[in-house]
């Protein structure tokens, strides 16, 4: 079983990073006796109302195994894997990616944990969002109950 995921990437956008899915599905397809994951990228330019779809690198697809994706993908706070599309394939054995699934999944963890701390030190210093504190979140919601009431 080969399971396919279509990503119709415009090609205005060099930079492009869609979602590729999250890792877990992955993992059960795995699991469960199945391991193929083929990525199928077709390319489109839009103009106006009108969507074309266009060749890259003359052709109209780019096609590759999930386990040969790009080193540059990264697995977001979300659980999505997130590649740039223009980046090229790398071949690895199957369990060279079952290594590196793992370790994508170690390195989110270690942003997401790293980002926790930092908010909740911001937390300790009493600011609850962006640079804004709880004494001043408390007031302004304050000046606001007033100005309910007033009405």
């Known amino acids: 079983m080969i399971w396919i995921d279509f990503k119709a990437v415009n090609i205005a956008n060099e930079d492009s ?14 699991e469960n006796g199945y391991f193929y994951l083929a990525y199928i990228f077709v390319f489109y330019e839009g103009n106006n109302d009108v969507l074309n779809f266009v060749q890259k690198d003359n ?5 590759y ?3 040969d994706i790009s080193p540059t ?17 790398v071949y690895r054995t199957r369990e060279e990616f079952i290594h590196f699934l793992a ?6 963890f270690e942003r997401r944990l790293k980002k926790a701390q930092k908010e909740l030190e911001q937390i300790e210093k009493g600011v609850i969002y962006k640079k804004i ?3 001043e979140l408390l007031l302004e919601n304050e000046k606001q109950e007033k100005n309910i009431k007033n009405l």
Do not use: E, M
């Open 65 to 67: 195994f999930l386990k």
């Open 73 to 89: 993908v990264r697995i977001t706070a979300a659980n999505q894997l997130q590649v740039n599309y223009a980046q090229n394939p």
């Open 59 to 63: 052709s109209f697809t780019k096609i």
């Open 103 to 108: 370790q994508k999944k170690k390195q989110s």
């Open 133 to 135: 504190t709880l004494d």
């Open 17 to 30: 990073n869609p979602d590729s899915g999250t890792p877990d599905k992955i993992i059960a397809l795995i």
